[in-house]
């Protein structure tokens, strides 16, 4: 074999070790967790909540994954959609791995919330989901050990009230230790990847160590009222929806001003920018309309709509908010620079 033949092998062979460490560098990368992985923290095993079984304590499963989920049954969006997650998560794991997880839903809102409703309710979203709850001081020690934040708003003048309450399931590994926090944005296969690999690995002891403070509970400042949101529902899809969209998604192209100066209807959902007005300029924009003189416009439904509606089509839109720009809405939350 000839010089310029051995360089070239020699070459190759390189290039071939070299591109089989970085396929080992990758595959030994560690996983990368989509929740929020928190110096670990063992749960007060003296704590007791109620079922309807009976009395529940959390060593009961301490051969499990528990995710435990905050919230009350009266909640118009937040629980379900975050219980709907789990549900869909739970159905992407293999038979082996599903049996290894606990989902356990803690109403807040005990007054409302019988043992037999919350266990009718935890059950519409997985056969096996424990619904739970508590006297207030039981409950306070439970959230108080985990950090979690709730708060009863005053009643209306018909008894109706909400719950302002922390969107974030807590992961309870099978030591009975807090290790993660998934927020209410993270999607149901990410939990289903993250639960995979928690039951097949668990976290490095490393990245425990190097996790940050837990972090603070997003808590739905916007008080929704159940009852005004199934209601603006219905005023809203007989008078926005041909402009707005049943989805609330707009007309595309509505930033881009028309010839006259008017803009097409824009989108009033989780990608509009009407979360930054207040409630008056809302309420101010629906009752006088926009741009009336114009060919393209929003009327005025002052004549149409009661004060009642129109608080009613608003909580609608508000409900269809992520939480974090209702927070800002509510005068609770502040942009980040």
Known sequence: ?????????????????????????????????????????????????????????????????????????????????????LKIALSELSEADRSKVQVIFVSVDPDRDTLEKINEYAKVFGTDFIGATGTRTEIDLVTESLGVKYKINPPDENGNYSVDHSAYT??????????????????????????????????????????????????CSLTLIPEFVNNGQGLYEHNCAQCHGVDLGGIPGWRTPLADGSHLAPPLGISSVIWQKTETELIEVIKEGKNVEKPIHMPAFES??????????????????????????????????
């Open 1 to 85: 074999m000839d010089t310029k033949h051995k360089r070239l092998f020699i070459g190759l062979g390189i290039c071939l070790l070299l591109f089989a460490m970085i396929i080992s560098m990758i595959l030994n990368q560690p996983y990368q967790y989509h929740g929020f992985i928190v110096p670990p923290v063992q749960h007060d095993n003296h704590v007791f909540l109620r079922t309807e079984e009976g009395p529940m304590n959390l060593t009961k499963y301490h051969n499990r994954y528990v995710l435990l989920y905050f919230g009350y049954t009266y909640c118009p969006d937040v629980c379900p959609t975050s219980l709907a997650k």
């Open 170 to 219: 807590y992961v309870i590994d099978p030591n009975g230790y807090l290790v993660m926090v998934w927020s209410h944005e993270i999607l149901a296969e990410e939990i289903a990847e993250d639960l995979t690999h928690l039951i097949e690995t668990g976290i490095p002891v490393d990245q425990q160590l190097l996790a940050g403070p837990t972090p603070t509970s997003i808590i």
């Open 304 to 337: 149409t709509l009661s004060d009642e509606e129109i608080y009613s089509i608003l909580q609608y839109i508000y409900s269809k908010w992520s939480i974090n720009q209702q927070n800002y809405f509510a005068g609770s939350l502040t942009p980040t620079p």
